[in-house]
C-alpha cells in the first residue's frame, strides 16, 4: 500500500532554514508527480509545489516561489522541499502528496503531515 512519511518538521527563526523529506513506498515513485501542500492554524489547504515524475519540471505557488525548492532522488523514494528565508506565514503542517499521474493533475495520497513553525 502506499505510504508518504514526512519529516524535518520544527521551529526555526525568521529568515531561517528547514530541509522537509518524505519517504515513499507501495508504488514506483518516479512514475508520479509529486506534491507538498501545507496547512495553517486555522485555515484551509494551501498547494506549495509539483514535481513531474523525472524532477525535470517543478511549480511553485507565488507565496513561497524563490524561497523553496522542491527536489526529489527517485533512486531514494524520496521528495524533498528546501526551504529558505522563512516567514511567520510559512507556519503550518506540511503534508506531501502522491499525484494521479506523472504530471500533476490532483493527488490521490496523502502523508500524515510535519509541522513547521517559525518564530522568534
Known amino acids: 500500500q502506499v505510504q508518504l512519511v514526512e519529516s524535518g518538521g520544527g521551529l526555526v527563526q525568521p529568515g531561517g532554514s528547514l530541509r522537509l523529506s518524505c519517504a515513499a513506498s507501495?508504488?514506483?515513485?518516479?512514475?508520479?508527480?509529486m506534491s507538498w501542500v501545507r496547512q495553517a492554524p486555522g485555515k484551509g489547504l494551501e498547494w506549495v509545489s509539483d514535481?513531474?515524475?523525472?524532477?525535470?519540471?517543478?511549480y511553485y505557488a507565488d507565496s513561497v516561489n524563490g524561497r523553496f525548492t522542491i527536489s526529489r532522488d527517485n533512486a531514494k523514494n524520496t521528495l524533498y522541499l528546501q526551504m529558505n528565508s522563512l516567514k511567520p506565514e510559512d507556519t503550518a503542517v506540511y503534508y506531501c502528496?502522491?499525484?494521479?499521474?506523472?504530471?500533476?493533475?490532483?493527488?490521490?495520497?496523502w502523508g500524515k503531515g510535519t509541522l513547521v513553525t517559525v518564530s522568534s
Open positions: 514535481i513531474k515524475g523525472g524532477g525535470g519540471s517543478t
Open positions: 507501495g508504488f514506483t515513485f518516479s512514475n508520479y508527480a
Open positions: 502528496a502522491k499525484d494521479f499521474y506523472y504530471s500533476p493533475a490532483g493527488m490521490d495520497y
